[in-house]
């Protein structure tokens, strides 16, 4: 496991539930904590596995710099970033993102915010292991419209 | 001496993850690896591929020494 500040790439699995109490622990000023849990999906049975690549002290470093700016912009108390790397099973947490503000517009901001950059344009490299054999996979239009919505604003 | 890495289908199409390469400037490390294979050297060079040197992207040229960090990196999937 190789830690940034508030970023942390694992290969093991992780419980969501756990870091959501961790993080929550302890604050006296922060009246809102969104949370959001990533879980690689079977579509249908296409999906035996993903396996996702990052390069450690590249991409952790990237997802920090990207995590202080929405920092910045939605007032944030606090945030942690936890991904998964290498294979990851159907049903398993690929992301979890969780942010602490003063009040829950900025959390629930902060938190898409992140999530919709880290589906489209975070240094990870992801290949789809079928029944067809494997693929590489680039982000979706849907995940490439989501994260420019924030760029009008 | 420089030390390259490959990143997503790059790695997959050469076979290796990394290797060292006696190159002082990455336009002599392309050369050095397309010479090497030169399917590889095209997709190198292919639309999308984003070049790192000690995990800082750079465009164009750059002078590598014996400790230089040269990845190769193709268009990024998010996570």
Redesign the interface.
């Known amino acids: 496991m190789t830690t940034g500040s508030k970023i942390i790439l694992t290969a093991e699995p992780f419980e969501p539930g756990a870091l959501l109490t961790r993080f929550c622990a302890g604050r006296a000023e922060t009246g809102a904590v969104a949370s959001f849990t ?1 879980l690689a999906r079977a579509e249908q049975g296409q999906a035996a596995a993903l396996e ?2 990052a ?1 450690p ?2 991409t952790d ?1 990237a997802i920090s710099d990207f995590a202080e700016a929405a920092r910045t912009r939605f007032h944030l108390h606090d945030y942690l970033v936890v ?1 998964r790397t290498g294979r990851i099973a159907p049903g398993e947490a ?2 979890f993102v969780a942010t602490a503000a003063g009040h829950r517009r900025e959390a629930f901001e902060a938190c898409d915010f992140l999530m919709d950059w ?10 789809e292991h079928g029944p067809d054999g494997a693929r ?4 979706t239009d849907r ?1 490439r419209t989501d994260a420019e919505r924030w760029d009008q604003e | 001496m420089a030390r390259v890495l490959l990143f997503g289908r790059l790695a997959d199409q050469a076979g290796w993850r990394e290797r060292a390469f006696e190159a002082t400037s990455l336009t002599a490390l392309r050369g050095l690896i397309a010479t090497d294979d030169p399917e590889l050297g095209d997709a190198l060079g292919g639309p999308g591929v984003q070049v790192a040197v000690d995990k800082t992207l750079v465009r164009g040229e750059a002078a590598l020494t014996a400790a230089t960090e040269v990845a190769f990196l193709p268009p990024m999937s998010g996570g």
Do not use: C, N, Q
């Open positions: 990533g996702l690549e390069y002290g590249f470093t991904h690929i992301v880290l589906k489209s344009r975070a240094p990870f490299w992801k290949k590489w996979i680039e982000p995940d």
